[in-house]
């Protein structure tokens, strides 16, 4: 009970006093920890912006798995709502699916045929907030409407309203040759979700799709919204079990846009590794700070030693007074570092606005995303801290290993 009561005194008084822990050096260690502390918060809360955007974005406009049937069927009530009712599976509709080509005056682009029922696509996909000029609504049968991609429809110089030319490889044989089977739609709605789709995707009304493709009342497949990303391997799998093996092959978000995911992620571990040297760069400074107050307060360790003093209590001491230090400063920058990522935002769209520049232009977005994640940032304070305890062993065990007759010698 003394030791601890000891240990506790020794620490938070050379915490606060002034000649010794809050000295310039000390001052300068602790503002460089706090500075690293909040830059680490910063970078992984853009980080994590852009990791929130291509979940909204991408994951949110497009389906998390489909399941293709081998050949063309009649979609069935009962199975999708066989598929809907899985617990993990929050939403399914039919598609058909193909690709062909978009022809406006000489312009001519590659694109993605979908067909979507409206009423049941919205199960599956988050698109109607991404669409400019109208809506999934104006597809309607028979009408021969189209959703195009922004950017696609910047390629074929239309906008809504305009007429577009979509036409199939596969044709019909005459005397002329083989002719492409092509229909005029009208542009209802263009699609700008910030993602490779507005370049290359067009959205019919599924019966159109299907008069089209010449598919009568088949489809191609049901499309998925998932609870969990993550299991979207899993859970695709246990659908193509429910619907019976051998009709359809599954494939998910992770075939499309995997590699993007795990590169996000991977950047965000690598940068919170060599942002942490930058920390324990940091967290080392308080061991100059901390050893000149052994230094300053040698004698006082010598007396406490001549009294009888334990050399438990000492070390204990002085690992208190580093964690004091420390976690100040990691405390301090904790707080810095969440409050420049909420106002880092508007300060880029100040510059970038201000200055006329165009900084984000290289991104699927045209402004900075930041989302601060409470678990990133309990691991940057807890390792930041941890650093910071490891730096204090150096100088406890320096005070512990302190002779009283040198240090009484020079009083």
């Known amino acids: 009970m003394l030791n601890g009561r000891l240990a506790v005194e020794l620490g938070t008084r050379y915490a606060f006093s002034g000649g010794s822990a809050t000295s310039l050096i000390g001052r300068i260690a602790v503002a460089g920890l706090a500075l690293s502390v909040a830059v680490l918060v910063i970078v992984l809360s853009v980080i994590n912006g852009f990791e929130r955007e291509l979940r909204e974005r991408v994951f949110g406009v497009l389906p998390h798995a489909s399941l293709y049937a081998h050949s063309p069927f009649v979609a069935d009530a009962g199975e999708l709502a066989e598929l809907s009712a899985m617990p993990s599976i929050l939403g399914a509709a039919a598609f058909v699916q193909g690709a062909g080509l978009a022809v406006s005056g000489a312009r001519i682009r590659g694109v993605l045929l979908t067909g979507v029922a409206p009423e049941s696509h919205r199960r599956v996909s988050a698109m109607q907030p991404h669409l400019e000029g109208g809506g999934l609504a104006d597809l309607r049968p028979r009408a021969f409407g189209v959703v195009l991609g922004a950017r696609l429809a910047a390629q074929l110089e239309v906008a809504v309203g305009d007429d577009v030319t979509l036409m199939l490889p596969m044709g019909a044989l005459s005397l002329a040759g083989l002719l492409p089977r092509q ?10 979700s910030g993602s490779e789709l507005d370049g290359r995707a067009a959205f019919l009304h599924l019966q159109d799709a299907q008069r089209l493709f010449r598919l009568g009342a088949k489809v191609h497949g049901y499309q998925l919204k998932l609870a969990d990303l993550d299991a979207a391997g899993r859970v695709a799998s246990a659908a193509l079990d429910r619907l019976g093996a051998g009709r359809f092959r599954a494939n998910t978000w992770r075939s499309t846009h995997g590699a993007l995911h795990q590169a996000i992620g991977a950047q965000k571990a690598s940068m919170f590794v060599l942002l942490a040297f930058l920390v324990a760069v940091a967290a080392f400074n308080l061991v100059s700070a901390l050893v000149m107050t052994v230094e300053r307060r040698g004698g006082d360790i010598a007396i406490l030693k001549t009294l009888g003093a ?22 301090v920058g904790v707080l810095a570092g969440c409050a420049l990522a909420r106002f880092l935002p508007f300060l880029f769209a100040w510059v970038n606005d201000g200055l006329g520049l165009d900084l984000m232009n290289q991104y699927f977005i045209d402004y900075l995303p930041v989302d601060i994640w409470p678990q990133d940032v309990f691991s940057v304070a807890a390792v930041s801290f941890g650093l910071c305890l490891v730096c204090t062993l150096y100088p406890a065990w320096r005070a512990a290993r302190l002779l009283p007759s040198r240090a009484l010698a020079h009083e």
Do not use: E, Q, S
């Not at 739609?185 to 700008?192: E, G, I, P, S």
């Not at 209590?313 to 990691?330: E, N, R, S, T, Y």
């Open 310 to 331: 334990d050399t438990l209590p000492l070390v204990g001491g002085f690992l208190l007074l580093g964690a004091l230090i420390g976690g100040g400063g990691v405390l």
């Open 183 to 192: 229909k005029r739609f009208r542009v209802v709605a263009l699609l700008r």
